[in-house]
């Protein structure tokens, strides 16, 4: 390069705006075009007189020079695409220069240990030139950011401009000057002094795998099951409700077959004062076995699924005949143009404001292409050769949606001609026809944004579908979206769109279109795994490292809301912001999950440190005073807006149930930390309990926060609390994550429940009354909290979701044991049990040891270890009047539920005589449940 010699810096003639984001100025004054059209505030540098050195000013006159020659169009621009931009960019980031700092996003991501005060981290020349040189125009002090200021630094003024436009966008969402001068993570962490770092070996690998039938598999970190082989207090419980129901259930079965024979049959009595598990689930079984029979018929046939032809296969007479049928099939099934306007619509404002992973403009455009209205007003379905492939891939979609819309929308009476169980049926034959149509387009070797967005939403149908027999994903549900986000990466999904030049040539159709479905995708896949993954945990490194890549290219608001200013519609610009926010909060826990080690061991102090960070962070940008000001519907009205098809959007409304369901997640992901964190201590606590008790109760304490908060919102929702803010239809959108909350704080409800029981024995047997009374108190307080979430969880969920009644099933019993003060008297019914000698009674304990790791061989040490008066002596009498307190001040304004009585809980479930003809007519497959082939009863499945 040829060096120039430049007497006196030349004043810049773009405005401070287009000049910081390196876009193209036309120089109008007062304000540029660009400005104006963005309402961005458009001001000049008239300050120019800077004291440069010549030769770094020669630099920066070249670097501008060259940006002021340059096409600098954005490359989401609606017409024309330029690719020069991204050139020129790293051009003028890569030219070296010992005093003009260069502000890469990489260092947005550094790490900040042990930091309580935003430092500056800037080299000694650039200080020198800042403060000798009077550079200060050109050397902003650079912090080392962290997850807040990484929202602040992607502001630019075309997000300002956007945020403005959108008058009043949010209150309860903070706008992006808030978030800038937000201190959020600069203030001290309030960790206790006496707390110091250490290395902590929390998981076993015996106690992660997991086996029973033909399955085999390592739980996630944060699994039901991981947690409860943590806890051996629930853990003993577990293995003995399991046990005592095989045992009776194999009791049950042979005396049917005695009588059979013509045998005579000795009832003996229970040797126990208590009921089996089995009343209580058997109810659980029966539906189990009729929704299990519903998804057997409707699984897909072998002839469309193995074999080797696709609709490419032009030559090949059986794939145009395969696609023939089926086209037939799916216009026979095909309701009436109504219902179907009706569906889209619902779908538009119900489930697609919580899942925007499509450009619904693209999709209508094919939809009306491909459908063709006939005289009955039925649709016709009209595919062309030219574009069979695309089109197909929308009518896959189009019946994918209305899947999704049949099961999992609210519909007025008679808004639609189908009843609820015409719909139901519907709905698994669309569901089935769209994964027909996916097999023929071979999704997996003609890879494109169009077929993975079909199997986004078939993952999402799936997921809020209420007939699915999990109440949380499995590991085959993990397993599945894994492979999801694989695909997206084979696509380059992980990456700014722009860098990919060849998708953007000037005569394509829709660039900017694409552009955003391709960011749509990636965030997708990303915001499902927000939504299930944390939860479990199922967080690695590498998904860090994509998450953070793609933000070191994407200012996510910005780029999904620039491209069409003219156009962008005041809900889209909302969508914008809560999206960009909620990947935001993916990142900051998915950087704290990863923190773990199943497989390794964990530093105390950085985790506790990347935890507060989530607290705080959740706390600023999703409070949840929102919900509670009263305000409700009056605000929100004046955020309506029309949408396709007639749909009407109230983003207000979807601002604030984010703000609930991400609420939600992070809490009970909190929740999930500092129980595995107190359970370690409470073990370290039975060999050294000076050195470990400090550490645990701050950590119970900590933990029972996150619980009170969580299970008051929860209460709080069932109650209809927030239907001013979260109007029901949006249910759908978040109910199977409120049963699975409602489980897990069953879970925790039934751990402590268990520890109470153990520690009121030993101070009775102390003499320690004042203790015992203390204990009692919290005791009841806890099973009121768990009858309240059974009556209102029953009520609100019961009839709609098998998952959440085959739970509430066994959690009624849970309350039974409760009630009558039952806990040891269960524990004792198995693991006191003679192992006995027959073969069934082995292959039971068996199938014991290897679902929950403990085999009725030791239960002598088991039931001591719970006994262990170390172990017990943690929950010191201050500490439980602390959790006392804490319950008073979250629950004093709840409205619990008049007390039932155990009998009565129990007689609404039991039937003897159903039970035993329930029995007979399944008998092959409760002796195949036992000799353990086939998995698991279905209310011990799911733990």
Not at 90 to 119: A, L
Not at 462 to 470: R, T, V
Not at 618 to 634: A, H, I, K, R
């Amino acid at each position: 390069m040829v060096s120039r010699v430049v007497k006196k810096p030349r004043p810049s003639r773009v405005c401070v705006q287009c000049k910081k984001r390196k876009l193209r100025c036309d120089r109008q004054r007062p304000t540029c075009t660009r400005c104006k059209r963005s309402s961005t505030i458009c001001t000049y540098d008239h300050d120019s007189e800077l004291s440069v050195p010549p030769e770094e000013s020669s630099k920066t006159e070249f670097i501008i020079q060259e940006n002021e020659s340059t096409s600098f169009e954005p490359i989401f621009s609606t017409t024309t695409t330029n690719t020069t931009n991204s050139t020129v960019r790293s051009r003028s980031q890569d030219t070296p220069s010992s005093s003009i700092p260069c502000i890469s996003k990489e260092n947005i991501y550094e790490e900040r240990i042990y930091e309580p005060e935003t430092t500056l981290k800037q080299t000694p020349d650039v200080i020198n030139n800042c403060t000798e040189g009077g550079f200060s125009s050109y050397c902003p002090p650079v912090p080392i950011v962290t997850p807040d200021s990484i929202m602040a630094s992607a502001i630019t003024p075309a997000t300002t401009a956007v945020n403005s436009s959108i008058n009043g966008l949010s209150n309860n969402m903070h706008s992006p000057e808030e978030v800038t001068k937000s201190k959020l993570y600069d203030i001290p962490l309030t960790v206790p002094s006496f707390m110091k770092d250490m290395k902590m070996e929390l998981w076993e690998a015996k106690d992660t795998i997991v086996e029973y039938g033909c399955l085999r598999f390592v739980e996630p970190a944060f699994s039901t099951h991981t947690f409860i082989q943590l806890d051996k207090y629930a853990r003993a419980l577990c293995g003995s409700i399991h046990g005592i129901s095989l045992i009776k259930l194999q009791e049950r079965l042979e005396e049917n077959i005695a009588k059979e024979d013509g045998m005579m049959v000795n009832n003996n009595p229970d040797n126990m004062d208590i009921l089996s598990p089995l009343p209580f689930i058997d109810k659980a079984i029966v539906k189990f076995l009729e929704i299990d029979s519903h998804q057997s018929q409707n699984a897909p046939p072998l002839n469309f699924f193995y074999n080797f032809y696709s609709i490419d296969d032009d030559a090949d007479s059986k794939a145009n005949t395969s696609l023939s049928i089926l086209i037939s099939e799916i216009e026979v099934m095909l309701v009436d143009k109504k219902d179907i306007d009706i569906l889209l619509r619902k779908f538009y404002e119900d489930i697609y404001p919580f899942y925007p992973f499509m450009e619904i403009s693209i999709f209508e455009k094919e939809l009306n292409s491909i459908l063709v209205l006939n005289s009955q007003k039925r649709y016709h379905i009209k595919i062309n050769d030219k574009d069979k492939r695309s089109q197909l891939q929308t009518l896959a979609l189009f019946l994918v949606i209305l899947s999704i819309a049949l099961r999992s929308c609210h519909f007025e009476p008679n808004e639609i001609t189908l009843s609820e169980s015409l719909a139901n049926d519907f709905a698994r034959q669309h569901s089935l026809l769209a994964h027909k149509l996916l097999y023929l387009l071979n999704v997996f070797r003609y890879t494109n944004e169009y077929n993975f967005m079909c199997m986004l939403y078939i993952y999402i149908g799936d997921h809020l579908n209420p007939e699915n027999l999990e109440i949380h994903v499995s590991q085959t549900g993990l397993l599945t979206l894994n492979c999801l986000e694989q695909y997206a990466i084979t696509l380059g999904l992980n990456r700014e769109p722009a860098k990919y030049e060849r998708l953007f040539e000037v005569g394509k159709e829709q660039p900017a279109k694409l552009v955003n479905l391709r960011k749509k995708l990636w965030v997708g896949v990303q915001m499902l795994k927000f939504q299930v993954a944390i939860s479990d945990g199922e967080i690695k490194k590498q998904d860090v490292e994509y998450c953070e890549g793609f933000l070191n290219y994407s200012n996510l608001r910005v780029n999904l809301a620039e491209n069409n200013l003219e156009t962008s519609s005041k809900f889209d610009n909302t969508l914008n912001v809560i999206i960009e926010k909620k990947y935001q909060l993916f990142l900051v826990m998915s950087r704290m999950l990863t923190s773990f080690s199943i497989a390794g061991e964990v530093n105390l102090l950085p985790l506790l440190e990347k935890v507060k960070r989530t607290q705080e962070f959740v706390n600023e940008s999703f409070p949840m005073t929102s919900l509670l000001n009263g305000l409700g519907s009056q605000e929100d009205n004046n955020k309506v807006e029309q949408f396709w098809r007639g749909s009407v959007i109230n983003y207000g409304f979807i601002e604030k149930s984010e703000t609930f369901r991400v609420n939600i997640i992070s809490t009970l992901g909190l929740m999930n930390v500092y129980t595995i964190l107190f359970i370690y201590f409470e073990k370290k606590s039975k060999f050294d309990p000076e050195s470990n008790q400090k550490y645990y109760e701050y950590l119970v304490i900590e933990y029972f926060k996150n619980y009170c908060k969580v299970t008051k919102i929860v209460i709080e929702y069932l109650q209809g609390k927030y239907l001013a803010e979260i109007p029901e239809k949006f249910g759908s959108s978040f109910d199977k994550l409120i049963c699975f909350t409602i489980f897990r704080i069953w879970t925790q409800q039934t751990s402590l429940l268990l520890r109470l029981s153990h520690l009121k024995e030993l101070k009775k047997n102390d003499g320690d009354l004042e203790y015992v009374e203390l204990i009692s108190n919290i005791y009841k307080e806890v099973t009121e909290q768990m009858r309240c979430l059974l009556e209102l969880g029953a009520e609100k969920y019961e009839e709609k979701y098998y998952c959440f009644y085959q739970t509430n099933c066994m959690f009624k019993y849970i309350l039974y044991l409760s009630d009558s003060g039952s806990f040891i008297p269960a524990l004792n019914k198995y693991w006191k049990r003679e192992p006995g000698n027959t073969e069934i009674e082995k292959r039971i304990h068996n199938k014991i040891y290897m679902k929950w790791g403990l085999h009725i061989k030791d239960s002598e040490f088991i039931l001591q270890n719970l006994r262990n008066p170390n172990t017990l002596s943690v929950l010191t009498k201050p500490l439980l009047i602390k959790i006392q307190d804490l319950f008073n001040d979250t629950f004093n304004k709840i409205d619990i539920q008049e007390k039932v009585s155990p009998n009565t809980v129990f007689q609404s479930n039991y039937d003897e005589q159903i039970l035993n003809q329930f029995l007979e007519n399944n008998s092959a497959w409760f002796t195949k449940i036992i000799d353990g082939h086939l998995g698991e009863l279905p209310s011990f499945a799911t733990l």
